[in-house]
């Protein structure tokens, strides 16, 4: 069993920056890969931002590139995403989710196993 918290969400001017933090307990933090998705009133669950065990590789969104970092600390058994350069269309429910089967597309929200319970993140024009 694996739980996640995130927290980090709050209101921003187009613009600005936030730093989302994900906390996972349970499983041993470094044997899995860890994800961003996000979701906007009305649409589907989308991807953000994929990293693997190791912090090696990562992966993001054509909308997010350039402008996004995921990260991890697998000593304080978190994921970070820091978010720059925040636009009102980044406006969303984000949610981190971890993936302890260690197969599966990344893209997909079925790849994954646990997810946390959400942080708002709103950006305001």
């Known amino acids: 069993q694996v739980q996640l918290v995130e927290s980090g969400g709050g209101l921003v001017q187009a613009g600005g920056s936030l730093r989302l933090s994900c906390a996972a307990s349970g499983r041993t933090f470094s044997d899995y890969a860890m994800a961003w998705f996000r979701q906007a009133p009305g649409r589907e669950r989308e991807f953000v931002s994929h990293?693997?065990?190791?912090?090696?590789?990562?992966n993001y969104a054509d909308s997010v590139k350039g402008r996004f970092t995921i990260s991890r600390d697998n000593a304080k058994n978190t994921v970070y995403l820091q978010m720059n350069s925040l636009k009102p269309e980044d406006t969303a429910v984000y949610y981190c989710?971890?993936?302890?089967?260690?197969?599966?597309?990344?893209?997909?929200?079925?790849?994954?196993?646990?997810w946390g319970q959400g942080t708002q993140v709103t950006v305001s024009s």
């Open positions: 989710a971890a993936n302890t089967r260690s197969y599966g597309i990344i893209y997909y929200t079925r790849t994954y196993d646990y």
């Open positions: 990293i693997r065990w190791s912090g090696g590789s990562t």
